[in-house]
Each structure stands twice: as C-alpha cells, then as structure tokens.
C-alpha cells in the first residue's frame, strides 16, 4: 500500500528557530494536507495543498506541493512554545469513489525556551 | 459551531466485551471517516461512509470490527469481543463534500483492553 516517509522523527530546537520538515512517497497524492497533533488530542489542519508546485502560507507556517506530486515540505519560522507538538503529512487518495488519508508517522517538535 | 464530537473520549473494556465508539460530525457533513492510531504511530485509515451506506472499509479487520452511520444520530464504530491489540486511539473525521473538502478529525477514543 501507499507510505509516507516522513523527516526528521524528532526536532530539539531553541525558541525562535525556523524549522522544516519534509514528507516523501513513491505514489503521487491529488491532495497534501499537514497536520499538527497535540497529546490527548486529534489531528488540527493546518494547511492543505491542492496544486503541483503550490506554495501556500498560514502565519508562521508556509508549506508546499511538490512538482512531482510525491512530496511537501512545511516551514515554521521563528519558533515559540507553542509549536510543540507533532506534526504530520497525508496526502489525500481519491480512488475509485473512495476516499482516504494516508499519514506519515509525524516529526515530534520540542520547542526550549 | 461545534467540531467533531467523539464520546467516550476514554473507555476500558475487559477481554472478550464489546466497545462502542460515536462520533457525531460538525453540522452540514455527511462523510464520516474512522482511522486507528497507534502510539508513536501516523493514523491509519479503517472505513469511509456516508449516511446509510459504507463507501470503502478496506482498512477494517474483516472479523469483530463493523461500523454504521444511520440516517439519523451519529456514527457508531463497534468492535466485538475485543482483544488486548485493540488498544488504541480512534479517531474520526469528517468533510463537507469528496474531494478537496479537507477531513476535519475529533478529539478520538482511547480505548484500553484489560
């Protein structure tokens, strides 16, 4: 089945840092969407992209569609406490009239004051 | 304008019961999804439905699992005679319409197999 390779596992930064993470598949996605996770809770959109090559922003965050249509990366600049969290991709599978998400296993960000 | 509603947002079953977990949509969305996740895990897509009817459960186990969402009231995702890798997060997510409309996810089931 469809994988996502998701990059880094896990980020230490200090308060105020830019950060990327990145997301890769062997299959192509109509849809990338990232995601921000918080413990104890569900998966919160942060940006969706619909377009090859498409670079959309959401703040801080700026993240964009991969030509190919096998890959995104998100941006976070200037990075503060709350960033903490972990972030995923999934790209959106529109086959056949089903539709699903296929998620990367997530980028765990520590933000150090 | 409230979001996805999961309840229980915690349930605890022993060995060999039945757990069952709801979600209502946000209000005007028809299309239901349930996905499991696993700690330190991505989620991991189980069913697809619409109201009355199942559109792909390609990733539900074929035996113990079975999901629904009537025509009215919210759907239901229900797994009989649980077993200990049952446990999991579940979560369900919603969207207005197929296609661009993104999947808006609740605050899932946590559900733990004595």
């Known amino acids: 089945g469809q994988q996502l390779n998701q990059s880094p596992q896990s980020m230490f930064i200090q308060e105020g840092e830019d950060v990327s993470m990145n997301c890769t598949s062997s299959?192509?996605?109509?849809?990338w969407l990232w995601y921000k996770q918080e413990p104890g809770e569900g998966p919160v959109l942060l940006i969706a992209?619909?377009?090859?090559?498409e670079l959309t922003s959401n703040g801080r965050l700026t993240a964009q569609f991969g030509i190919t249509r096998k890959d995104s990366f998100l941006n976070i600049s200037a990075s503060i406490p709350s960033d903490v969290g972990i972030y995923f991709c999934a790209g959106h599978l529109n086959q056949g009239g089903s539709e699903k998400l296929v998620f990367g296993k997530g980028t765990k960000l520590t933000v150090n004051p | 304008n409230a979001g996805v509603m999961q309840n229980p947002r915690h349930l605890v079953r022993r060995r060999g019961q039945e757990a069952r977990l709801r979600c209502s949509p946000m209000?005007?969305?028809?299309?239901v999804y349930w996905y499991r996740q696993l700690p330190e895990e991505g989620l991991k897509f189980m069913v697809y439905l619409q109201k009355e009817n199942i559109i792909d459960e390609s990733g539900m186990p074929k035996e113990r699992f079975s999901a629904e969402f009537p025509k009215e009231g919210p759907s239901i995702l229900r797994i009989q005679q649980v077993v200990r890798g049952d446990s999991a997060a579940y979560f369900c997510?919603?969207?207005?319409?197929?296609?661009?409309?993104?999947?808006?996810f609740g605050d899932g089931t946590r559900l733990s197999i004595l």
């Open positions: 209000k005007g969305h028809s299309h």
């Open positions: 992209l619909y377009k090859a090559g």
């Open positions: 299959s192509i996605f109509n849809t």
């Open positions: 997510a919603s969207s207005y319409a197929s296609g661009r409309s993104p999947q808006h």
